[in-house]
């Protein structure tokens, strides 16, 4: 396995250009998170192919992603004690370092959201692993109590299940530190200084505080709305609320984010050899009594308002509110905006205790199962090996950890056709669960969990919840089976490219077994000779001849699509190539494939990425199954708007079956009319 791993990890250092091209590498619950010196020299095709790897993101400019799911860290420690990145300087960069740098190129005047949800991201991020650690705890406390094993609402449990208890809360109590010191490291601040202060908060002298029998000064006065006692004391003549701070998000988010001002004008302020004693000091005078008297407090009251509000729209719209969540999520999670959802579930479960989100949520997430699901039931119909390695290991994930983004980014985002089929399944789910939950004011649970299939339990009623999962799940499965998840040309593509695959492995077996031949044919004294006639593959199209690998698509230049060249186009016209029948018409009229008697299937594909045109700019002179002469017109197109929607035009053309051929020679670059020989096919 480790041998496995480490051919994965240095595949993938290889096809991002090598380890001297990765200026910093990190990692996520689920990505490797690289800056690179030049994007241009990734080989995303070959990346993709790497086993492990569940697809790729680049985020613009020299940030790039590699999904690795589950087994990221894994990878992660594989790359990283690869003998060639000790030397590249990539760790000489933290990731915190990255990020400063790449928020100091942020154009426009709305990069403060991007870092307000990048703050939020990365201060929850590092504990997703033990969240969903506790959340399958609860899992298995709640599949005890159902089967009556032991009731676990009981004040009176032995203390065999009050430790077990215990196994999960230590995760959901200690949040706020957790939170503190992820959201102090995220702003260059000490970030045990941010869990100490927010410990303060959590003494059990601070607890002590609200005991009205040991201190005269605290009184007590009961909340009828939130139906639970609230408690204040006199600190230093000054009122002060006392709250329970055990498993609070908003208030060590604020916090920490108060605390990074005071604590870097503190350290501008102190020389760097006093820095380690006074600036600590001084920051936690100033900042324990500033959080239990106004922070604090404001937290709570925000947390409160802001669950009370969507409580009301819960109670008072819940058939929208049942289809709003899980139409909204696919949308949210990309971005990473869905951050501030589940710091309310956490608040809910707090201050009401229960939440009533994670159940359209759940609606959501196994609509996002589902169409995986759809996409691994067509590749096993098309044998396509790499996409079933990629979504059945993103099923697993999804299914048995409640984890998206193996599916989001392995696979969703890269096909245009799978989002729509997938809000078909979230919003017959939030149907579903809007009318079924009706009579109980909606699907609730009073524990925070990842929804995957082995936390189903937690949620009330079960049965409402499992029927409303199972219709997204379904409807966006079948959606996907029913009319793909790829366009026509996407599908085209991948037949090419799997044809491409079982050539070469034809072609390996018969170099294997040629010298055979040949000896036996020199042993019989008599030499054959056949003359095999070419076949000539013309310039659909006037212009400039350039190779694939200048051609500036990188599956073309990969050869994935087979052998060929590229014309920059002069002219408007492009006209068949050879002679033959079209098996291929793109509707968008910007790709032809045409199969000459011979067998030699050649593909005419008009610019690079013109698909997302939809056909604008293209007259299409012929249909599908039409019997075309080299030189007939295929379709007039308008290269001025290609060029203008921010396109190449760079026609290209390759025969497709080029591994099946005896040979296949693109000829050497220069200027060609239309019907000049481009491409000498020898079948």
Not at 38 to 57: R, S
Request: aromatic share 10%; charged share 15%.
């Amino acid at each position: 396995m480790s041998t496995s791993r480490d051919s994965s990890a240095r595949a993938i250092v290889e096809n991002l250009g090598g380890a001297e091209n990765i200026a910093s590498l990190t990692h996520c619950a689920t990505r490797l998170r690289l800056e690179l010196h030049d994007v241009g020299k990734v080989n995303e095709v070959e990346l993709d192919a790497v086993p492990g790897v569940l697809g790729t993101v680049h985020q613009g400019d020299s940030r790039y992603q590699v999904i690795c799911g589950g087994g990221v860290e894994s990878m992660y420690t594989a790359i990283t004690h690869l003998p060639e990145m000790k030397n590249s300087g990539a760790a000489a960069r933290s990731d915190a370092d990255v990020k400063e740098e790449a928020r100091s190129k942020a154009r426009g005047k709305y990069a403060w959201l991007d870092n307000f949800f990048e703050y939020l991201s990365d201060s929850f991020r590092p504990i997703l692993g033990v969240l969903l650690g506790a959340s399958l705890i609860i899992a298995i406390a709640a599949v005890l109590d159902a089967f009556h094993v032991i009731d676990f609402r009981d004040d009176n449990k032995s203390a065999t299940w009050v430790f077990f208890d215990a196994m999960w809360r230590s995760v959901f109590y200690f949040l706020p530190l957790m939170v503190a010191y992820n959201a102090a490291k995220k702003l260059r601040v000490d970030p045990w200084l941010g869990a100490a202060i927010m410990g303060a908060l959590m003494t059990p002298e601070f607890m002590s505080l609200s005991d009205p029998q040991r201190f005269p000064e605290t009184v007590s006065t009961t909340n009828e709305a939130l139906g639970k006692d609230l408690f204040s004391t006199t600190i230093f003549g000054l009122p002060m609320q006392l709250n329970d701070y055990g498993g609070q998000v908003f208030v060590p988010l604020i916090m920490v984010a108060i605390l990074a001002v005071v604590y870097h004008a503190l350290k501008k302020i102190f020389p760097d050899n006093v820095q380690m004693v006074f600036v600590p000091f001084i920051s936690m005078l100033i900042m324990i009594p500033l959080t239990a008297f106004f922070i604090g407090p404001l937290g709570i009251w925000l947390g409160n308002g802001i669950g009370t509000g969507l409580a009301w729209m819960n109670s008072n719209a819940p058939f929208i509110f049942a289809i709003l969540i899980p139409m909204l999520y696919p949308f949210l999670v990309p971005l990473g905006l869905h951050w501030p959802l589940n710091a309310l579930m956490l608040v809910n479960i707090q201050t009401l205790g229960y939440d009533f989100i994670q159940g359209p949520m759940g609606v959501w997430n196994f609509a996002c199962f589902g169409a995986t699901a759809g996409v691994l039931a067509l590749s096993m119909r098309d044998h396509d090996t790499q996409m079933r390695q990629t979504a059945s290991g993103a099923l697993a994930a999804g299914l048995f950890g409640g984890i998206s983004e193996p599916s989001l980014y392995g696979i969703h985002l890269r096909f245009k056709r799978i989002y729509p089929r997938m809000l078909l399944g979230c919003f017959a789910g939030g149907v579903t669960i809007a009318i079924l939950s009706a009579p109980f004011e909606g699907v609730k649970t009073q524990a925070f969990v990842f929804t995957s299939l082995l936390t189903t339990v937690v949620f009330n009623p079960v049965w409402v919840y499992i029927v409303s999962i199972a219709v997204a799940f379904f409807v966006a499965m079948f959606a996907i089976v029913l009319t793909d998840y790829r366009t026509p040309e996407e599908k085209a593509e991948a037949a090419a490219a799997r044809e491409a695959e079982r050539a070469e492995a034809e072609r390996a077996e018969a170099e294997r077994v040629e010298p055979t031949l040949v000896a036996a044919s020199a042993g019989g004294g008599t030499a054959v000779a056949t003359a095999i006639a070419t076949i000539p593959v013309q310039a659909p199209v006037a212009g400039e001849l350039v190779s694939l690998a200048e051609s500036g698509d990188k599956v073309f230049a990969s050869g994935a699509l087979g052998a060929g060249v590229g014309i920059v186009p002069r002219e408007s016209a492009v006209v068949a190539p050879v002679t033959g029948t079209l098996v291929t018409v793109a509707k968008t009229g910007h790709a032809f494939g045409i199969k000459t008697d011979e067998g030699v299937e050649v593909l005419v594909h008009v610019g690079i990425d013109t698909v997302k045109m939809d056909g604008e700019g293209f007259e299409v002179a012929v249909e599908k199954k039409q019997r075309v002469k080299a030189g007939d017109l295929l379709t007039t197109v308008d290269f001025d708007a290609i060029s203008k929607a921010g396109y190449p035009t760079t026609t290209l053309i390759t025969v497709t079956n080029s591994k099946k051929l005896s040979s296949v020679e693109p000829l050497a670059a220069g200027t060609v009319s239309a019907g000049d020989t481009v491409i000498e096919v020898q079948p």
